[in-house]
């Protein structure tokens, strides 16, 4: 099978808070790891290098910070080599906003390829699920651990 471009991947989630809020969510590592990682370096700023660690499997990745454009827009770049992920931030009303998260660059064979845009789609979307119920109910629903209770399969 010949791929004929490389995907892009985005997963979206219509939240019931103001932008500032969601958008602080992904920038403040005391929210984040309340629905996705158990430990962070710092908070993301431009230009800084970041590590985001998932404790319970014992893997982490370095992150780094692209750009950053107050409650519309954040650009990193994970993994290596480099694979872009960015998150667009767009006000519903004044209480609802719309996230989407995009993530591109996978390398390897058109079935590496295939498997990790499938994972990407898959786990941005548990992520925004997972943001939505704890900035909307205040429920943390350990999507990310129950996922694998195993162990994470890499």
């Not at 827009?73 to 931030?89: A, G, K, T």
Request: charged letters at 25%; glycine letters at 8%; hydrophobic letters at 40%.
């Amino acid at each position: 099978m010949q791929t004929p471009s490389a995907p892009t991947v985005t997963a979206q989630m219509l939240i019931h808070r103001p932008v500032a809020e969601v958008f602080e969510a992904f920038i403040e590592p005391e929210t984040t790891t309340r629905f996705w990682f158990t430990r962070s370096s710092g908070r993301l700023e431009t230009g800084k290098d970041i590590r985001w660690d998932w404790e319970m499997f014992g893997v982490g990745t370095e992150v780094h910070v692209k750009a950053i454009e107050q409650d519309k827009r954040i650009l990193i770049e994970w993994d290596d080599p480099p694979c872009p992920v960015e998150w667009q931030f767009e006000p519903r009303g004044h209480q609802a906003s719309l996230v989407r998260i995009s993530n591109w660059g996978f390398r390897g064979s058109d079935d590496e390829v295939l498997a990790q845009a499938i994972d990407s789609k898959g786990g941005f979307t548990m992520v925004l699920a997972g943001l939505k119920a704890w900035l909307e109910h205040g429920v943390v629903l350990n999507l990310v651990t129950d996922q694998f209770p195993d162990g994470c399969p890499r």
